[in-house]
């Protein structure tokens, strides 16, 4: 899971034809630009970021521990949904979803629309291993949102909001590590005892 901030600078995408009648003199015919569905999208104010949904209590393991078993408990009520906002005619959510996903080249798709993050009240979390010290454990939600302009044919440019998520995960470390992640030190902070490495500023 990676976590950056880009910057506002716009890039368009590649478009095909959008199907807009043009008369004579140049402007759409009556009614032919109402709906367009394959049009350019300019991407401004993109911001990444990562939220904690869940720990466990803190442990520490006694020297020559082999095995943990935990649940992660969910940190409020929150419920993630994928809000596009305005949807342009005749184009899908999960297009414009897509399209943000195009841009930011991620590695697995963005959650489209139908998808629904709910937390969880008892996530079960195993680990096996050579454990001793303090350790620290947590679920996260990468979180995705930007700005769109949306331009085709002859009509009227559509500007709108995107919010959705790239990847959902738990994570499980000695507070002697840190996480790389903004939600694991965040996490570190809250479960690790002060001043563990793992507290220390991404």
């Not at 521990?65 to 906002?85: A, N």
């Not at 959510?93 to 959650?111: E, I, Q, S």
Request: aromatic share 8%.
């Amino acid at each position: 899971m990676r976590v950056w901030t880009a910057t506002a600078t716009a890039m368009v995408l590649a478009t095909a034809g959008c199907g807009a009648v043009a008369t004579d003199d140049g402007r759409a015919a009556a009614g032919a630009a109402t709906i367009c569905a394959h049009g350019t999208y300019r991407w401004s104010g993109v911001r990444q970021w990562q939220e904690v949904t869940a720990l466990a209590d803190p442990v520490t393991f006694p020297k020559g521990t082999e095995h943990y078993e935990s649940t992660l408990k969910p940190v409020d009520d929150t419920v993630y949904r994928v809000v596009v906002s305005p949807v342009p005619r005749g184009v899908h959510a999960a297009r414009v979803v897509t399209a943000l996903g195009d841009r930011l080249k991620v590695d697995t798709p963005l959650a489209d629309p139908s998808e629904v993050m709910r937390p969880e009240q008892a996530q079960f979390f195993s680990d096996t291993g050579e454990l001793e010290g303090p350790y620290y454990s947590w679920g996260s939600i990468s979180l995705v949102e930007a700005d769109f302009t949306y331009t085709c044919g002859y009509t009227v440019p559509v500007r709108g909001r995107v919010r959705t998520w790239e990847t959902v995960g738990v994570g499980f470390l000695p507070c002697s590590e840190p996480s790389g992640e903004d939600a694991g030190r965040t996490a570190a902070l809250r479960l690790c005892p002060a001043g563990s490495p793992a507290t220390e500023p991404v």
